[in-house]
């Protein structure tokens, strides 16, 4: 994989659906990564709030990521115009998409708990498993899963490197105080869906 050349190609992906991809990956950031807006919530409303932001990831983690997931693939295979409506295109298999959520994070933590790096390579061995479920609905959670181990075989450590490369955006963003990450998240995004059709 030529990692400057697809990220290249993800920039300009990006620069090609710069407004649509910002809006799009904002809303599907507030259920996705709902519990790490804690530390602001508990400031203002007290301990017992982040309980509920924990409960809103849970719930819509994986509907949301299935769905914008299918937004991303519209981008990089230029197949059809990507729509915000994509966010909401797959609450008709939201059990599946809830269930495969909860496999996959029981899944790392209990390898987190055995040390950090297992966690880690199971997380990265399940990473494209709501891609495959976005390109197709009626795959069940187990295929997804065994179909995305089967395309990481070989490629774990470079996904790992792929995004370790991101963490001068990140730091960007954490010194604009956030304001850079409405740029920098969906082009990570861009970026791993086009790592999902290069390995595909």
């Given at each position: 994989?030529?990692?400057?050349?697809?990220?290249?190609?993800?920039?300009?992906?990006?620069?090609?659906?710069?407004?649509?991809?910002?809006?799009?990956?904002?809303?599907?950031?507030?259920?996705?990564?709902?519990?790490?807006?804690?530390?602001?919530?508990?400031?203002?409303?007290?301990?017992?709030?982040?309980?509920?932001?924990?409960?809103?990831?849970?719930?819509?983690?994986?509907?949301?990521?299935?769905?914008?997931?299918?937004?991303?693939?519209?981008?990089?295979?230029?197949?059809?115009?990507?729509?915000?409506?994509d966010l909401f295109s797959h609450f008709n298999i939201y059990?599946?998409?809830?269930?495969?959520?909860?496999?996959?994070?029981?899944?790392?933590?209990?390898?987190?708990?055995?040390?950090?790096?297992?966690?880690?390579?199971?997380?990265?061995?399940?990473?494209?498993?709501?891609?495959?479920?976005?390109?197709?609905?009626?795959?069940?959670?187990?295929?997804?899963?065994?179909?995305?181990?089967?395309?990481?075989?070989?490629?774990?450590?470079?996904?790992?490197?792929?995004?370790?490369?991101?963490?001068?955006?990140?730091?960007?963003?954490?010194?604009?105080?956030?304001?850079?990450?409405?740029?920098?998240n969906p082009y990570v995004k861009i970026t791993n869906a086009?790592?999902?059709?290069?390995i595909k």
């Amino acid at each position: 994989m030529d990692r400057t050349y697809l990220k290249s190609k993800s920039k300009q992906q990006l620069k090609e659906n710069l407004v649509i991809s910002i809006i799009t990956v904002f809303i599907a950031s507030i259920f996705i990564d709902a519990s790490t807006l804690k530390n602001g919530v508990t400031f203002f409303y007290g301990d017992g709030s982040y309980i509920y932001l924990d409960l809103l990831t849970i719930l819509f983690a994986g509907v949301f990521t299935t769905g914008l997931n299918k937004f991303l693939l519209k981008i990089v295979k230029n197949s059809s115009t990507p729509e915000i409506g994509d966010l909401f295109s797959h609450f008709n298999i939201y059990l599946k998409t809830l269930g495969l959520y909860v496999v996959i994070a029981v899944i790392g933590f209990i390898g987190t708990l055995l040390f950090i790096i297992p966690g880690i390579i199971l997380l990265i061995m399940f990473s494209q498993s709501f891609f495959i479920l976005a390109e197709d609905p009626s795959k069940s959670i187990k295929d997804c899963m065994v179909e995305s181990q089967k395309m990481m075989y070989g490629h774990k450590s470079e996904y790992f490197v792929l995004q370790l490369s991101f963490i001068g955006w990140y730091l960007l963003t954490g010194i604009t105080l956030g304001i850079a990450g409405f740029w920098v998240n969906p082009y990570v995004k861009i970026t791993n869906a086009n790592y999902y059709l290069e390995i595909k």
